[in-house]
């Protein structure tokens, strides 16, 4: 059987420079060759490939005819014993350990300390009436991270913050372990930010457990066999929660941000939604619920930008899609924003219409994978939707934005999707509120 269309570029580093340098690598890919080609990135031979069919088969193979891969500097840096990196059973008993920090009545506890947070945020915005809005949303969803995750207030102000920038900037580099690259200052700050964690942990141990942020349910969890976290264990998998629960948010957040500021029409359907809610009182999970058309349009952003472009996976064993041959050993990468970018499966791929998901219209449920599908979905996902839904509806109701002049909106995609100059915007209390 032949092997999908494509080149392996040039010997030992292939086409990973293209990969690294231009966000649409793929898509010209895909135009040229189809819905499969193949590739050679990070050293390894790959094969990309996009749409619903792709989706389920990459998605619901798991321990069949994948496992979970990353690049090498994406391994190193989230550690050894990080959950993104286990497989098979383990991967399967520790994930059920560490969704008790994500169970519904565990995020109903953090309500209170989100909104908190996206209000002080918002009134500070309100005093700097233009801003760049990537790096404050970076701050802001850090600070929640911080605060529901670890239990430390203004985390981006502490050195876990700063320590934590540097290393989101190797996660997706070439793993050359030099002082000046950003692979070499990634993986220093990985020891400085264990080092950090390993402080807010044994402080956690020695004290007495809150139970209402995530690690002191990590600290205190059991697992079938009844056995905890070492300590080793909690370092990495404290810092891929800090990840998760920050990274992708940021860009989900920039994304809405900059999406509603182009779509008035959107926009004033949000808000007019929004009047059905008093304005003054703390907002509930049940009044979250019933924001149905805000649900839509949040859903639209995560099709249209969705934070991380794609999914790796490693061959364990050789198989079969579209007619082609995968071979042992070799990797693929699953396009996300390729699928969602489909126009058999979403007509006008690029126009921005929340209306996708009326419930009339709804996806079929391999179509769309903003957090992923199968054994491996996002754990954080419910976390990062509460977020994503109680900051739109807030900033919505009482703030309006417009985008500045003179900016370059292209979006750059490592190590997740977000507009090149940051989103500059000017920023004021509605008229209605002031």
């Known amino acids: 059987m032949a092997l999908p269309p494509g080149s392996l570029g040039l010997p030992l580093i292939g086409d990973t420079l ?96 989100m909104e908190n947070i996206t209000q002080r945020y918002l009134e500070k915005w309100e005093k700097m009436e233009t801003l760049t809005w990537y790096p404050e949303l970076k701050n802001y969803t850090f600070d929640v991270a911080g605060k529901l995750l670890v239990g430390i207030e203004n985390g981006s102000e502490t050195a876990l913050g700063h320590y934590f920038e540097t290393w989101c900037n190797g996660l997706v580099s070439i793993s050359l372990d030099l002082p000046w690259t950003k692979f070499g200052q990634a993986k220093n700050s990985r020891k400085l930010l264990l080092a950090e964690l390993e402080k807010i942990i044994r402080a956690r141990q020695e004290g007495t457990l809150s139970g209402k942020d995530a690690l002191s349910l990590l600290i205190s969890g059991r697992d079938d066999e009844g056995n905890s976290l070492s300590l080793e264990e909690l370092k990495d998998q404290v810092l891929l929660l800090l990840f998760a629960g920050h990274e992708t948010l940021t860009s989900g957040l920039t994304s809405f941000c900059l999406l509603l500021a182009q779509n008035p029409d959107v926009m004033a359907k949000v808000r007019a939604e929004q009047q059905q809610f008093p304005a003054t009182e703390p907002l509930t999970l049940e009044q979250l619920k019933q924001m149905t058309y805000l649900e839509q349009v949040l859903r639209e952003v995560l099709r249209l930008v969705p934070p991380v472009r794609g999914i790796f996976r490693k061959v364990i064993n050789a198989c079969e899609f579209g007619g082609y041959e995968i071979p042992k050993g070799w990797m693929v990468a699953f396009g996300i924003n390729q699928t969602h970018q489909d126009s058999q499966l979403y007509p006008e791929p690029e126009r921005f219409d929340p209306d996708r998901f009326s419930l009339e219209r709804s996806p079929k449920p391999f179509s769309y994978v903003p957090f992923g599908a199968g054994l491996r979905d996002c754990l954080g996902k419910e976390f990062a939707r509460l977020e994503m839904k109680l900051f739109a509806a807030k900033i919505v109701r009482e703030f309006e934005w417009e985008l500045l002049p003179d900016q370059d909106l292209n979006l750059l995609a490592i190590p997740t999707q977000r507009p090149r100059d940051g989103l500059r915007v000017k920023f004021r209390r509605t008229t209605m509120n002031r």
Do not use: C, W
Not at 59 to 69: E, G
């Open 18 to 113: 293209n990969f690294l340098q231009d966000s649409q690598f793929a898509k010209k890919r895909h135009q040229q060759y189809g819905p499969i080609f193949k590739t050679s990135i990070f050293g390894q031979p790959t094969v990309f490939m996009r749409g619903e069919e792709a989706s389920l088969f990459v998605l619901t193979n798991d321990n069949q005819y994948f496992v979970a891969s990353f690049p090498a500097s994406m391994k190193a840096l989230l550690g050894p014993l990080s959950l993104s990196l286990q497989t098979g059973a383990n991967h399967i008993n520790r994930r059920k350990l560490m969704y008790q920090a994500f169970q519904p009545r565990v995020l109903v506890g953090y309500i209170g300390a």
